[in-house]
């Protein structure tokens, strides 16, 4: 009997603890079906939100459309900003040099205002000192100095040495020209050194001489022959026919020395040299204008080669002046000695025989 009591007590304790369940259980359940009415309400609340969630998240696919779109346009400005940046960068470092030489060019302002300060100062103080020095006169003075100042200047022009005529002006130039071309002709026809006279046992010098004698002979004559033609022919009127005639006959002999100094030296290219030569004092002896509006090359020349004394001693003998004529005619004189010991040396160099000179290739 215990024990059934005892099963019935555990049977009571289990249903007391059933009811107690059943009641947790029934309070539970009316929880779940207030939390189920709650969920009713939020899917209905869900349901009613789609549409606007929809239509934003079309709204923000055509935005994202949109801002594709606009991306290149957007990279494009971006480049032109980076290359604006790099322009501005460079302007203002040339802002910077511009302003560093403006800043230069104000200091250089401000000390040229002060020296124009005073300059402006030293120019008023010797203006004042001018005006205090500026003299007074009386009316009787004034008068004279009016009338001094009204008079006319009359010049007196004198010649000291006329000549005739324009020929006779240019005359010196065309005939110092005529014995530097006959000298070149002499040296065509004669030739400079004797073959004979180097073959023999003669010295240099008379081997020189001895080729020089005869043109030389020939230069002065046809000095002798144009001083004579120039005088009577051609009527220049020369102030003295001896002084005209001599000199002519010392320009023919110093041209024939010089040309023959050429050709025994170079040879054929010798005349070759001696027509160039000729082109260079033609442009050089200031026969025909002033040698100083040549260029400085033909003025240098001027001073070297010996037709400008020529042309200059054949002026001042036409024409009646004595004033340099002893300096021509030593420069003549000069250029006659250097052209004759030219020709002694072509004559000690033609002593050495050679083959070419044995067997030449072209004989002249």
Same mark, same amino acid.
């Given at each position: 009997?215990?024990?059934?009591?005892?099963?019935?007590?555990?049977?009571?304790?289990?249903?007391?603890?059933?009811?107690?369940?059943?009641?947790?259980?029934?309070?539970?359940?009316?929880?779940?079906?207030?939390?189920?009415?709650? /969920?009713?309400?939020?899917?209905?609340? +869900?349901?009613?939100?789609?549409?606007?969630?929809?239509?934003?998240?079309?709204?923000?696919?055509?935005?994202?459309?949109?801002?594709?779109?606009?991306?290149?346009?957007?990279?494009?400005?971006?480049?032109?900003?980076?290359?604006?940046?790099?322009?501005?960068?460079?302007?203002?470092?040339?802002?910077?040099?511009?302003?560093?030489?403006?800043?230069?060019?104000?200091?250089?302002?401000?000390?040229?205002?002060?020296?124009?300060?005073?300059?402006?100062?030293?120019?008023?103080?010797? /203006?004042?000192?001018?005006?205090?020095?500026?003299?007074?006169?009386? =009316?009787?003075?004034?008068?004279?100095?009016?009338?001094?100042?009204?008079?006319? #200047? /009359?010049? =007196?022009?004198?010649?000291?040495?006329?000549?005739?005529?324009?020929?006779?002006?240019?005359?010196?130039?065309?005939?110092?020209?005529?014995?530097?071309? *006959?000298?070149?002709?002499?040296?065509?026809?004669?030739?400079?050194?004797?073959?004979?006279?180097?073959?023999?046992?003669?010295?240099?010098?008379? #081997?020189?001489?001895?080729?020089?004698?005869?043109?030389?002979?020939?230069?002065?004559?046809?000095?002798?022959?144009?001083?004579?033609?120039?005088?009577?022919?051609?009527?220049?009127?020369?102030?003295?026919?001896?002084? +005209?005639?001599?000199?002519a006959a010392l320009a023919g002999l110093t041209f024939t020395?010089?040309?023959?100094?050429?050709?025994?030296?170079?040879?054929?290219?010798?005349?070759? /040299?001696?027509?160039?030569?000729?082109?260079?004092?033609?442009?050089?002896?200031?026969?025909?204008?002033?040698?100083?509006?040549?260029?400085?090359?033909?003025?240098?020349?001027?001073? #070297?080669?010996?037709?400008?004394?020529?042309?200059?001693?054949?002026?001042?003998?036409?024409? *009646?002046?004595?004033?340099?004529?002893?300096?021509?005619?030593?420069?003549?004189?000069?250029?006659?000695? *250097?052209?004759?010991?030219?020709?002694?040396?072509?004559?000690?160099?033609?002593?050495?025989?050679?083959?070419?000179?044995?067997?030449?290739?072209?004989?002249?």
């Amino acid at each position: 009997m215990s024990k059934f009591a005892a099963g019935l007590a555990r049977l009571a304790a289990g249903a007391q603890r059933s009811a107690a369940g059943a009641a947790d259980l029934a309070a539970g359940a009316t929880k779940a079906a207030d939390g189920t009415s709650a /969920l009713a309400t939020g899917a209905d609340q +869900l349901a009613d939100g789609i549409p606007a969630v929809s239509a934003g998240i079309h709204q923000s696919a055509a935005g994202a459309l949109a801002l594709a779109t606009k991306l290149p346009a957007l990279t494009s400005g971006a480049s032109k900003v980076s290359t604006g940046s790099a322009s501005l960068a460079t302007g203002a470092y040339q802002a910077a040099g511009g302003a560093s030489r403006l800043a230069d060019g104000l200091d250089q302002l401000d000390s040229g205002a002060t020296r124009l300060a005073s300059g402006a100062q030293d120019l008023g103080d010797g /203006l004042r000192e001018g005006v205090a020095k500026i003299p007074s006169y009386t =009316d009787t003075e004034k008068k004279q100095l009016a009338a001094a100042a009204s008079a006319p #200047v /009359l010049a =007196d022009a004198v010649r000291l040495n006329p000549v005739k005529n324009n020929g006779s002006g240019l005359a010196p130039y065309f005939a110092a020209l005529a014995l530097w071309v *006959g000298s070149m002709a002499i040296y065509l026809l004669l030739r400079p050194l004797s073959a004979r006279a180097l073959a023999s046992s003669a010295s240099a010098t008379r #081997v020189a001489l001895a080729g020089y004698l005869p043109g030389a002979l020939l230069g002065a004559l046809q000095g002798i022959a144009l001083a004579l033609l120039l005088q009577y022919a051609v009527g220049i009127s020369a102030a003295s026919v001896g002084a +005209l005639i001599a000199l002519a006959a010392l320009a023919g002999l110093t041209f024939t020395a010089m040309n023959q100094a050429l050709v025994a030296l170079f040879g054929t290219p010798g005349r070759f /040299l001696a027509v160039i030569l000729a082109g260079l004092q033609l442009t050089s002896a200031g026969g025909t204008y002033a040698v100083q509006t040549a260029p400085e090359i033909f003025q240098w020349l001027h001073g #070297v080669l010996p037709l400008t004394y020529a042309v200059d001693a054949f002026r001042h003998v036409i024409a *009646g002046s004595g004033l340099g004529v002893g300096h021509d005619v030593v420069v003549l004189l000069l250029w006659l000695a *250097g052209g004759l010991c030219v020709s002694v040396l072509a004559a000690r160099r033609q002593r050495t025989w050679t083959l070419a000179r044995l067997h030449p290739r072209v004989a002249v």
